[in-house]
């Protein structure tokens, strides 16, 4: 196991809800990265976050935010929620946020939009 | 944006038979980090990539660099049925801020039959 634990593991929510979706990161990591993974694809950046503050961000909407909390925890947020927003949301943490630091996932949360 | 291409989609082998994935990309990869995912399950780092003709080798799984670092591979010999999943391969560039974000293939799924 990673260390890394997300909550929660699946969710149900209609078109047009708003969703949280948490992490805690390994401990002693500071850097928390979000992805996105429809079925069949790759992982898809969303954004990054380092010492509580966003770090890099992928091709996705205002609609999605986020959060890092002083002990490295972390929260995605996703407002008016479109069927395509169906998915696996994982989340990575690595101690820095340098090239070649190898990212640690966590089993994941699947939405389900309906 | 940076795109990698991995081929095979998919890939059946029987048991004991070789599998070799292949990652590409029109432009210099940074590095190269290959991740393996189990069905139901989330990525898992196998190894990192950086210099150019970079040579790993994991027991059975070899994992090479291109010399123009513009393509790498994983080669597992003699597959078992522990093997069965998704491998991606992941690039990493500098995305500003000083931030690295990993750019995902789409995974060769790997199915062995016994």
């Known amino acids: 196991e990673t260390g890394v634990t997300q909550s929660p593991t699946h969710l149900i929510k209609t078109r047009g809800q708003q969703v949280t979706l948490r992490c805690s990161s390994q401990?002693?990591?500071?850097?928390v990265s979000w992805y996105q993974q429809a079925l069949g694809q790759g992982p898809q950046f969303i954004f990054q976050?380092?010492?509580?503050?966003?770090?890099g961000r992928g091709n996705f909407p205002p609609r999605f935010s986020g959060l890092q909390f002083p002990n490295y925890s972390s929260e995605l947020n996703v407002n008016a929620l479109e069927l395509d927003d169906s998915a696996l949301y994982l989340c990575a943490s690595s101690l820095g946020r340098g090239q070649g630091t190898e990212a640690f996932f966590g089993q994941g949360t699947r939405l389900t939009v309906v | 944006g940076q795109q990698v291409m991995q081929i095979p989609q998919y890939q059946h082998v029987q048991e004991g038979e070789d599998f070799t994935t292949y990652c590409n990309s029109s432009?210099?990869?940074?590095?190269i980090q290959w991740y393996k995912q189990r069905p139901g399950g989330h990525p898992v780092f196998l190894i990192q990539?950086?210099?150019?003709?970079e040579v790993k080798k994991q027991k059975r799984l070899t994992f090479q660099f291109g010399e123009a670092k513009k393509n790498s591979s994983l080669h597992i010999t003699a597959t078992q049925t522990t093997d069965v999943g998704t491998y991606f391969c992941a690039d990493q560039p500098y995305s500003g801020a000083g931030s690295y974000q990993l750019t995902f293939g789409k995974g060769t799924k790997l199915s062995v039959i016994p």
């Open positions: 990539l950086v210099k150019s003709g």
């Open positions: 976050y380092y010492r509580e503050e966003e770090n």
């Open positions: 432009t210099t990869l940074s590095n």
């Open positions: 401990s002693g990591h500071n850097t």
